[in-house]
């Protein structure tokens, strides 16, 4: 099935730094998610976005819904070892009444060392 | 306030065998969702449940099929069980009707192997 472009595979930085990670798409869509996963347990929610150019923040993690609606970026800074997890970014083309599907990208792994 | 819960937490099956794989959605909501995780990959639609009706389906065979009861928990049932069919399996859920973009929320998944 489709799946969204993310990449690096992986991600190593120094604890204190900032990332960020893009996620592409050749399709649109017209909400953004970004979700977090750790080992043994399911994608956690971190950040919804649901209008083209919008930038929404939840503590230090900053993302923002691309102008083409075919791209996002998540933004974490001064990063901490708790934020080491797998990245998903996920798009959903819904239409008013109907419900519909996300679509997943591959996943970024972030390491952050002490 | 309980999240998505699934059930069991790990499963081990023989190839040709069937599962069965269980949900119940966050309190107060309706609509379910499953979604396969390969090792390595995003998580893959496989399905979403409304009103005890399948709504859409995503590039599954008909092997993989489902339901959803009153109380909105559902069952995910794979029959003919191949080795790559090995995932883990996530249920999420969501409340429709608040907006017809309302986030879902996933469970901590079933373990497939299948030998």
């Known amino acids: 099935g489709q799946q969204l472009n993310q990449s690096p595979q992986s991600m190593f930085i120094q604890e204190g730094e900032d990332v960020s990670m893009n996620c592409t798409s050749s399709?649109?869509?017209?909400?953004w998610l970004w979700y977090k996963q750790d080992p043994g347990e399911g994608p956690v929610l971190l950040i919804a976005?649901?209008?083209?150019?919008e930038l929404t923040s939840n503590g230090r993690l900053t993302a923002q819904f691309g102008i083409t609606r075919k791209d996002s970026f998540l933004n974490i800074s001064a990063s901490i070892p708790s934020d080491v997890g797998i990245y998903f970014c996920?798009?959903?083309?819904?239409?008013?009444?109907?419900?519909?599907?996300?679509?997943f990208g591959k996943g970024i792994t972030l390491s952050v060392r002490p | 306030d309980a999240g998505v819960t699934q059930s069991p937490t790990h499963l081990i099956k023989t190839r040709g065998q069937q599962v069965t794989l269980r949900c119940s959605p966050k309190?107060?909501?309706?609509?379910v969702s499953w979604y396969q995780q390969a090792l390595g990959q995003g998580p893959q639609f496989i399905f979403q449940?409304?009103?005890?009706?399948?709504?859409q389906r995503g590039n599954f065979p008909d092997r993989f099929s489902g339901h959803q009861f009153p109380n909105y928990s559902s069952e995910l049932n794979v029959n003919a069980l191949l080795l790559g069919d090995s995932a883990l399996y996530l249920c999420?859920?969501?409340?429709?009707?608040?907006?017809?973009?309302?986030?879902?929320?996933f469970g901590n998944g079933t373990r497939l192997t299948v030998t």
């Open positions: 999420a859920s969501r409340r429709t009707g608040i907006a017809y973009n309302s986030p879902l929320h």
């Open positions: 399709s649109i869509f017209n909400t």
């Open positions: 976005l649901y209008k083209a150019g």
């Open positions: 996920a798009g959903q083309l819904t239409i008013p009444g109907a419900n519909s599907k996300l679509t």
């Open positions: 309190s107060g909501h309706d609509t």
């Open positions: 449940y409304y009103e005890e009706e399948e709504r």
